[in-house]
Structures are given as C-alpha cells and as structure tokens.
C-alpha cells in the first residue's frame, strides 16, 4: 500500500509564492507519474501539472509560466513551485501517484491554498 501525503498549502499573496510537497512510500518511486490536481469550490477537479519518470513535464495553460513541478527520487518527494499567484488558484491540491505496472493510482488527502489579500 503505497501512502501520498501533501504539505505546503496555506495562505499566499496575489503575486506571491507557495511551494507544494507530495511525499510518496514505496520503493521505486523513481518509476512513478506523479501529478498535481486542483479542485475549487463547486468545480471539478483538475490537472494542474504532472511530471513523469523521465523528468517529462506537463503543464495547465492556466499556470504555465508561474508553476513549476519537480522531482526528487532520493527524497522519494515531488514538489510543485508556485509563483505569481493568483486568487483564482484558491483550491485544494491533490497529488496522484500512478505506475501502471503496478496497478497503482493513490491520491493524497489534499492541501487547501487559499490566494488573497
């Protein structure tokens, strides 16, 4: 059973900047896809960005250029680096962890960001 936890949320500035952590068990999390998911009020949960096993990056149009997600296999943690806020990033975030040899799809129990002034 392989657990997700997510730290980091919290209050950020418009215009500020917040980093996210997603902390995986397990022992090839190297092999892992892990993505970061948003969820607002009332709205459905979506891809925010996602980075693979070979470091390959994915982005949402609505935070490319301000996000920005990463990886550490030695620390078993995948980070989302968040700048330039904006109160329309308000959500909580959700991290996914898929490897599809192993049948895995595990979520995090979610982090609440809340952007204002």
């Known amino acids: 059973q392989v657990q997700v936890v997510e730290s980091g949320g919290g209050l950020g500035q418009p215009g500020g900047s917040l980093r996210l952590s997603c902390s995986a068990s397990?022992?090839?999390?190297?092999?892992?896809?892990v993505a970061w998911y948003r969820q607002a009020p009332g709205k459905e949960r979506d891809l925010v960005a996602s980075?693979?096993?070979?470091?390959?990056?994915n982005y949402a149009d609505s935070v490319r250029g301000r996000f920005t997600i990463s990886r550490d296999n030695a620390k078993r943690t995948v980070y989302l680096q968040m700048n330039g806020l904006k109160p329309e990033d308000t959500a909580v975030y959700y991290c996914?962890?898929?490897?599809?040899?192993?049948?895995?799809?595990?979520w995090g129990q979610g982090t609440l960001v809340t952007v204002s002034s």
């Open positions: 980075i693979d096993a070979g470091g390959r990056r």
């Open positions: 397990g022992r090839v999390f190297s092999m892992y896809h």
């Open positions: 996914n962890v898929k490897e599809a040899r192993l049948g895995l799809d595990t």
